[in-house]
């Protein structure tokens, strides 16, 4: 898979779920590296599909042609089953079928008396360590830390906790970093002048010599794992996880050199940071957003607030004019007729039309017998021939074309003849 | 018989009817994993591109006996499957066994016979025997069905039920052949090539190629990929543009189909890249568009290519 990877990000081929090995093999722009992938599709293809085992020599050759493949394109882990080598057939025997695994490494931890747990908290809550705080194996290449576990981690190690990190160091958190450099193929951990223990891995990055701490174990010439002091805490350093993994750990020699590395720290309990132990929990919405990458939007989401809340009470603090009066508009009606008729020298058209409402109003008030002058004049307390005449001026202003001159007098008589009528209803 | 055995034997017989037919390797690639599956294939092509001529290069390379049926509208079942006929001088009945009693038999134009006629195959392809006038007759082994037909006539054509096509272990489409091929073929023809009378060697016998069957289907195949194949051919029953999919039978097929591509490339063990190849040949003649997708152009190998982007192959 890390091959794959590696020639995928080379632009050789292009990785898709759909595409089998051979696919791979004949897609494959780069005709170096071609060769070996093909080879190495077959072995995949027979420890996979063909539940065969394999030769160690072949293993160890292929591994070194694809580390040289993951190497040339980026500093990878390799395919766990190309990192073994020199492994004996009869021993590959991984539980899960799954080489890159750690189920093996649990059960021999556990029959060495170390218990494999987690975390209590993610690793950017982690409280301050005490003298009982089980050391954390973090793998670097697995767990991938935001900057604000990275820094508290730092703190945490340096108030008194003890990490094992595992996986290149560029990885690490910077200052727990120590120097890199490639290394061999035997890992040695010197116990004592009497007790060396060995093992085998794939070439793989390595610290060198120039690293701050205590060379725990080596390979060839370069230490494989280091232990050193930060602040009040430490760090056992590992350049791999391979070891780790449960065809790492089957190799045979291997396991002694693990539990004797893990050994330097003592640890009764280790606790295995996970992935989502990397990244700590939003404390609050705002962080969760900004994390999510939508912090530029929830800025954005305030201003436009602020503008907002501004603008209503720019708009609220404005002065509201008076409401404008009610007016009848019936009043207005008559006013502008009249205003009309004067202007047009119709005053006797208005006389007669007044006249002629008031007498209709009157007519449908009073009595069949009786006559309306006398009834009007009987209502509103008037002269009945002051109001007989006044009618019959009002009546003869229907027949004339001109007016007279006294139309507004007449108008005013009229109007006050019928509110008094009206008054009296 | 061992896969590299297998592989060298199936590899001389590749090589020996390539002598004889330019250019189809496909096709002669899958008519051998047919023969080495115990499966039978129908081809569909248009005239004149040699199917006939692949049928007779495998019976002459394969050293088997072959029969060859031409269906035409009137052919009766006992056309196929022989009768019985009276022998005056024995005074008995004389079971006269039909051109389906040959081991490769050759079924031209399949589909221009009724369905009475055609399903007189079905027993034959199946079980491997015929029951004439109520007597079961073996069928001599290996036994292969080559039906052939045309896809451009449709008058006067009787089309295959789904039982009968999915009987049909491969569908293989013979396509035209590309400019270069088709000058090589009219060259070999213009050198005094004789289609009638094949040079071709026997290069391998009947005995053998039942050892071949038989290791083939010893062939390993991992959960892994049978789980690969079964979600293959269930996505062809949850296909909306398909209205009828593949049955298990397609299931089936193409892990028999694999084996024998495995082994023909010296493994005993089946691949994803055994089983991808076989997908289209296996499922083409066994899945039935929906009507909508047909009037779109679909066809099947195009819904199949869907399929396979669709499942992961499964990966350490």
Redesign the interface.
């Known amino acids: 898979?890390a091959t794959l990877r590696a020639l995928d990000r080379k632009g050789a081929l292009q990785i898709?779920?759909?595409?089998?090995?051979?696919?791979y093999v004949r897609a494959c722009q780069d005709e170096a590296a071609k060769i070996t992938l093909k080879e190495l599709v077959r072995e995949?293809?027979?420890?996979?599909?063909?539940?065969?085992g394999t030769e160690p020599d072949r293993v160890r050759t292929l591994g070194q042609r694809a580390a040289a493949i993951v190497r040339a394109v980026l500093p990878l882990a390799l395919?766990v089953?190309l990192a073994c080598g020199g492994m004996d057939t009869r021993k590959l025997r991984v539980p899960t079928g799954n080489?890159t695994g750690s189920e093996v490494f649990e059960r021999v931890m556990t029959a060495q008396g170390v218990r494999l747990g987690r975390p209590p908290k993610p690793l950017g809550l982690l409280e301050k360590p005490g003298p009982d705080t089980p050391p954390i194996l973090v793998d670097f290449g697995r767990v991938p830390l935001d900057e604000d576990t990275e820094k508290h981690l730092v703190q945490w190690v340096r108030e008194g906790g003890t990490l094992i990190a595992v996986d290149q160091p560029h990885r690490w958190p910077k200052e727990l970093r120590p120097s890199t450099a490639v290394g061999g193929e035997d890992v040695t951990v010197q116990q004592s002048d009497a007790a060396k223990l060995e093992g085998r891995l794939l070439p793989g990055l390595a610290f060198g010599l120039e690293s701050k701490g205590t060379v725990v174990a080596t390979t060839g010439n370069e230490a494989f794992a280091v232990l050193r002091t930060y602040g009040s805490g430490q760090v056992l350093g590992l350049a791999t996880g391979d070891l780790m993994t449960n065809i790492g750990i089957s190799v045979p020699g291997n396991a002694a050199v693990l539990v004797a590395i893990l050994g330097t720290v003592n640890p009764r309990t280790i606790d295995v940071a996970s992935e989502e132990d990397g990244t700590t929990p939003p404390s609050n919405p705002f962080i969760a957003l900004s994390r999510a990458g939508l912090g530029l939007g929830l800025w954005h989401a305030l201003a436009a607030t602020a503008i907002l809340f501004l603008a209503v009470g720019i708009r609220a603090t404005k002065p509201i004019p008076d409401r404008p009066a009610r007016r009848r508009a019936f009043t207005e009606h008559v006013g502008a007729v009249g205003a009309l008729y004067a202007r047009a020298r119709l005053g006797h058209v208005a006389v007669a039309a007044l006249g002629r409402l008031l007498e209709l109003r009157a007519r449908a008030r009073a009595p069949r017998t009786q006559d309306v002058a006398s009834w009007l004049a009987t209502r509103v307390g008037r002269d009945p021939e002051e109001v007989r005449a006044l009618l019959h001026k009002a009546e003869l202003a229907r027949k004339d074309t001109v007016p007279i001159g006294d139309e507004t007098k007449t108008l005013e008589e009229l109007s006050s003849l019928y509110a008094a009528m009206e008054k009296t209803s | 018989m061992n896969e590299s055995q297998f592989e060298a034997t199936f590899d001389r017989l590749r090589k020996e009817i390539a002598r004889v037919i330019v250019g189809q390797e496909d096709l002669v690639t899958g008519l051998l994993v047919g023969l080495f599956a115990r499966g039978h294939v129908l081809l569909e092509g248009a005239p004149g591109l040699g199917k006939t001529l692949v049928a007779r290069s495998l019976a002459s390379v394969s050293g088997c006996s072959f029969k060859r049926i031409q269906f035409t509208p009137d052919l009766m079942p006992s056309d196929v499957t022989g009768s019985s006929i009276y022998d005056k001088e024995r005074a008995a009945f004389t079971f006269i066994p039909g051109p389906v009693f040959g081991q490769i038999l050759l079924s031209d134009e399949i589909n221009r016979a009724p369905a009475k006629t055609q399903s007189s195959l079905l027993e034959a392809m199946q079980e491997r025997q015929v029951t004439v006038d109520g007597t079961a007759r073996a069928l001599p082994l290996p036994f292969m069905v080559i039906a052939t037909q045309n896809p451009v006539e449709s008058q006067g054509t009787y089309p295959l039920p789904e039982a009968q096509l999915d009987r049909f272990l491969f569908k293989l489409t013979v396509p035209d052949p590309p400019r270069d091929v088709e000058i090589g073929i009219v060259k070999n023809h213009a050198a005094g090539f004789d289609p009638t009378h094949l040079d071709l060697n026997a290069s391998t016998n009947p005995d053998e190629i039942l050892a071949m069957q038989q290791f083939a289907q010893g062939v390993r195949v991992d959960d892994q990929i049978v789980a690969y194949v079964v979600d293959l051919v269930r996505r062809t029953r949850e296909d909306r543009a398909i209205e009828l999919g593949a049955s298990p039978r397609a299931s089936i097929a193409m892990m028999k189909a694999a084996q024998v591509v495995a082994a023909s490339q010296g493994r005993n063990f089946v691949t994803p890249d055994d089983v991808k190849p076989t997908a289209k040949p296996v499922m083409r003649h066994r899945v039935m568009l929906h009507p909508d997708a047909q009037l779109q152009g679909l066809t099947p190998d195009d819904r199949i290519d869907e399929m396979l982007k669709a499942v992961p192959v499964p990966r350490l």
């Open positions: 898979a898709a779920r759909d595409r089998t090995n051979g696919e995949v293809d027979r420890v996979q599909f063909g539940a065969l395919l089953l080489p």
